[in-house]
């Protein structure tokens, strides 16, 4: 089986590491040619996953076509709000039974689209229903040394996702299927919104207690979009849900809680957005999951704060304060309690 990752940053490196490791042929496609011959002649990616050695048989190429050839498996691991164009510019190179395999773990701004509904947009059903995604609490630099991970790929064929758990489960890397794409897109991508503000309280030299708080209360949050959206309950409660969310609200190597972190401390957004080489991915996403909220008339106070920080300019401190300052009700009013 040979497998085209589109994206060769952090995340789409690892994941090119973790299916050599099953036995894949597989082809990195990336845009910067200095990355492209860092891997074929150094066998690194010093730009965006330093310290781990590449198996030979991952190769990088800026060609998409080269990528793309006779790959089975087409792994989407570049940035949401890239996703739409590279698939137009891409749309003539796919193999007409290729499956797609979504690790992004965003929603487009402009649309409020999962990448599931732009995949389908832009290739037609056909390529909507050989579609997977693939998401779960897993650092790119932790997956591709080889430490024991879990993750969940949803897809509404089962065949469809035991094929992609066969392609990308090796050395410590266990991939569960379940059946609930929504659920897991949306528990990718809300999750990340939550990391930012895990950040701002840490940041804000707040203790355990407000970050315990606020991961629970954002789980009752993504729960809600996820439900409203027509995801699952029990999504949100596993690796796609529950899982990812404290791993990245609490892990020392996540991106969002670092740019939360940082606002916290009073630094400027584009300033920290400035000196970073890869994309926080909920910097975008807070405005995507916030518009998904309104059209579904979803209550989401954190969401609103972290939007307030990133957009209106207002303190992480004044947010933490309207957050812990709105009236008094019961935990589990609202449609989470009727599930």
Known sequence: M????????????????????????????????AVVEDVNVRRVNGTYLKGHLLPENVRATTEAGLALKDAEVVVLAAPSHATRSLLEGMRDLFEPDAVFVSATKGVEVETGRRISEVVGEVLGEGAAARFACLSGPSFAQEVAAGQPTAVAVAA??????????????????????????????????????MALAAGMVTGLG???NTVSALITRGLAEMTRLALAEGGRLETLMGLAGLGDLVLT??????RNRFVGQELGRGRALADVLAGMHEVAEGVRTTRAVRLLAARRGV????????????????????????LTSR??????EGKESKQ
């Not at 990308?168 to 059946?179: C, E």
């Not at 209550?299 to 207002?314: F, N, Q, R, S, W």
């Not at 009236?327 to 589990?332: N, Q, R």
């Open 2 to 33: 040979r497998v085209a990752v589109i994206g060769a940053g952090g995340w789409g490196t690892a994941l090119g590491i973790v299916a050599a490791r099953a036995g894949r042929e597989v082809r990195l496609w990336s845009r910067n040619a």
């Open 249 to 254: 609200c609490t892990g020392g190597l996540s």
């Open 327 to 332: 009236p008094l009700k019961e935990e589990f």
């Open 299 to 322: 209550e989401m106070p954190i969401t609103e704060e972290v939007h307030a920080v990133l957009y209106d300019g207002k303190p992480a401190r004044a947010a933490v304060e309207s």
């Open 206 to 208: 707040l203790g355990t």
């Open 156 to 193: 509404r064929d089962e065949s469809l996702a035991r094929l992609v758990q066969q392609a990308l489960s090796a050395q410590g890397f266990r991939v569960y299927t379940n059946p609930d794409v929504t659920g897991t897109e949306l528990g990718g991508a809300s999750k990340n919104v």
